[in-house]
């Protein structure tokens, strides 16, 4: 019974809403730009993660080489190699914080 009984249709999009919505979005563009703000991409916080994460491997792996390396050249068998670890990960965790203290509009 209640299939056959007249119902209200779903109404669709409205064109003005979605009119409206592309204007504002423009205009708060256009102020941005503006103002000077930079507008911020969608992946910035992937990227910024990415460099962290590269940071916090190759620092740490360029100093155990250097380190290794040093080691079979002057027979000192691992204290380069732990000296330079240590001094990369000293490297790597100060990129980070110089990384993660900068203000977001400084590039």
């Known amino acids: 019974m209640a299939e056959s009984e007249p119902g209200q249709e779903p109404l669709g999009e409205d064109a003005r809403i979605t009119s409206l919505q592309e204007r504002l979005a423009r205009a708060e563009q256009a102020e941005q730009v503006r103002a000077g703000k930079p507008v911020q991409q969608a992946d910035d916080g992937s990227r910024l993660g990415n460099r962290v994460l590269a940071e916090l491997i190759g620092a740490p792996v360029g100093g155990a080489v250097i380190g290794w390396v040093l080691d079979l050249l002057f027979h000192t068998s691992p204290w380069l190699l732990l000296l330079f670890l240590c001094l ?17 509009d400084e590039k």
Request: glycine letters at 12%; proline letters at 6%; charged letters at 25%.
């Open 88 to 104: 990369g990960f000293v490297v790597g965790f100060r990129n980070i914080i110089r990384i993660s203290t900068k203000r977001p």
